[in-house]
């Protein structure tokens, strides 16, 4: 026997158009809703209430009939149960759209009419609701899901700190992740993993126990949005639309998502690394003048870096770095050699590395002089979660004075350092991190 809930969900997206449908008459209107529509979206909000409890409903019901627990992971269910229950395998979504571009206009013309909505895009939304939390919200449609991937790509091929953290995805019906670490902040002994300890013990001798202590990092996927205003013009033009969205959309997210590692607040957005409780700020030199790098400071850095982060470290300057870097030199005797030399010398390109590590210059990074000039970081110990569906929507009043259709975009994702704290190491009192920045030169 089919199951129920596919039915209840056609329902429920019907009722949303017609929410939708009166909520833009009104739009349209100087005097906002009348008290007919105002009791119109009253009933409708109800229905759809009551929808949302009815598909939880049959889905467990449906759940039931084939014995099967409660689901709250449908990528735990066999290909045989998906198919019972009309679970769609999450990387099998409908592909129904040749390009973005197309999808997009199809996107474009919901919202210019609802009624008229693309059948593609429903067939697309009906399958995904099987495997989501609820309805998107008023306009929104999700990205067919080769397409979302290959934005996806593009955001993390344009920015360029993502794709160097521990990312992991999230399941279809999960807001967040939590994860059980280590609460591990020194390697004296009685510290190490949190409390494990280890004895020589002698014949016959009497065993000492010992246990980790564990904490738990819990992330919240947050939303990262962006608007795109597209010309009447250009939507005439699907694969110029196509081009300057995947570029223009690629470029601004994967700054955003840059900028919040690196100094994220972690209210409403990932949590970043500078300023963080984790991360080692190397003091500046006695005397040493205002907005410069020294070579005792590159090397103090370098000195507290987990041994373990070594291999992975990198430098992340801002560009105004570079001269101070040209001039490091380590004194010796009277004279002195150069700490950094660009391969092939100042004539070429300036990328090399720095005690052996890369050099990237990034916009994030603070103005010199400040801290966050200069760090030295191993994004391996950063992590990050996201959602896969990258959702769209578009709407044809934002901008309608300019004659364009406005596209919103929407990411689900969230990120913090793995560690809360710096690291004692086993013998000495400097702490050290996966994250080494320099304190403000002043």
Request: a negative charge; charged letters at 20%.
């Amino acid at each position: 026997m089919p199951a129920l809930w596919p039915k209840l969900v056609e329902q429920h997206a019907e009722q949303k158009r017609e929410a939708d449908t009166i909520l833009k008459a009104a739009e349209a209107q100087e005097s906002g809703l009348t008290d007919e529509q105002r009791e119109s979206l009253a009933k409708l909000n109800a229905g759809m209430d009551q929808l949302e409890a009815d598909i939880k409903e049959a889905r467990a019901a449906s759940a039931r009939d084939l014995n099967l627990p409660a689901i709250a992971d449908p990528a735990s269910l066999t290909d045989d149960q998906k198919a019972a229950l009309n679970q769609p395998d999450p990387d099998k979504l409908p592909t129904p759209f040749k390009s973005l571009g197309q999808y997009l206009t199809a996107v474009m013309q919901a919202g210019q009419n609802p009624h008229a909505t693309d059948q593609r895009l429903l067939d697309i939304q009906a399958a995904a609701l099987g495997l989501n939390e609820g309805v998107p919200s008023a306009g929104g449609f999700l990205v067919q899901t080769d397409f979302a991937a290959e934005l996806l790509r593009a955001v993390y091929a344009t920015g360029v700190l993502p794709g160097r953290t521990d990312r992991r995805p999230v399941s279809a019906n999960a807001n967040g992740m939590k994860i059980n670490a280590i609460d591990e902040t020194s390697r004296v002994d009685g510290s190490r993993q949190g409390g494990v300890q280890a004895y020589w013990t002698g014949e016959a001798g009497s065993l000492t126990s010992s246990k980790p202590t564990f904490r738990q990092i819990e992330l919240n996927l947050q939303k990262l949005t962006g608007l795109y205003y597209a010309t009447d013009e250009e939507l005439k033009d699907a694969p110029n639309l196509e081009a300057n969205v995947t570029a223009f959309f690629a470029e601004e997210f994967g700054f955003k998502l840059d900028d919040a590692i690196v100094r994220g607040t972690g209210a409403g957005q990932p949590l970043g690394f500078l300023g963080h409780a984790g991360t080692v700020s190397v003091a500046k030199e006695a005397g040493q003048a205002a907005a410069t790098i020294k070579a005792e400071n590159v090397q103090k850095m370098f000195s507290r870096v987990l041994p373990r982060s070594l291999g992975n470290a990198e430098w992340y300057i801002n560009q105004a770095c570079w001269p101070q870097l040209f001039q490091l030199a380590q004194v010796v005797g009277v004279g002195g050699v150069p700490i950094f030399l660009p391969p092939g010398g100042l004539s070429a390109a300036p990328f090399g590395a720095l005690l052996g590590r890369p050099i990237t210059p990034i916009e994030q990074c603070s103005a010199l002089g400040t801290v966050g000039d200069i760090m030295l970081a191993d994004l391996s110990q950063y992590i990050m979660i996201e959602k896969g569906g990258i959702e769209a929507a578009s709407s044809m009043h934002v901008q309608f004075l300019t004659d364009e259709m406005t596209f919103r975009f929407i990411l689900r994702t969230d990120g913090q350092p793995k560690r809360n704290a710096a690291l004692t190491p086993f013998k000495g009192s400097d702490t050290q991190s996966a994250f080494v920045t320099l304190a403000t030169r002043a």
